[in-house]
Nanobody, 122 residues
Framework: VQLQASGGGSVQAGESLGLSCTAS????????MAWFRQAPGAEREFIAG????????KVAESVKGRFTISRDNANGIIGLEMESLKPEDTAVYYC????????????????WGQGTLVTVSS
């Protein structure tokens, strides 16, 4: 499956932004999906994940209450709604796919999008 993330940009602290990830070339509905991010000089970290049905999801403590993950299997899209953004949310955001829901380590995800940059200024 091929993934392409979009929607990044530059915003002010406190504002909202939505990201999308479009899947192609595979049975999107068979994959659990996730968002990761990587700030300059930092390791890639798990942000949010969602099961193939959309019935289960989880988000990292660092973004809980501010970020929401969703998916539209009919159109092969996952979304990440980000609210109350902070400067520390600045990073390149990646979408990823795997066959089962749950893992949070990047190494457990075989499929990756190219990343989209989010910059939050104070």
């Amino acid at each position: 499956v091929q993934l392409q993330a979009s929607g990044g940009g530059s915003v002010q602290a406190g504002e909202s932004l939505g990201l999308s990830c479009t899947a192609s070339g595979g049975s999107f509905g068979n994959y659990a999906m996730a968002w990761f991010r990587q700030a300059p000089g930092a390791e890639r970290e798990f942000i949010a994940g969602i099961s193939w049905t959309g019935g289960s999801s989880k988000v990292a403590e660092s973004v809980k209450g501010r970020f929401t993950i969703s998916r539209d299997n009919a159109n092969g899209i996952i979304g990440l709604e980000m609210e109350s953004l902070k400067p520390e949310d600045t990073a390149v955001y990646y979408c990823a796919a795997r066959s089962g829901f749950g893992p949070t380590r990047p190494s457990h995800y075989p499929y990756w999008g190219q990343g989209t940059l989010v910059t939050v200024s104070s």
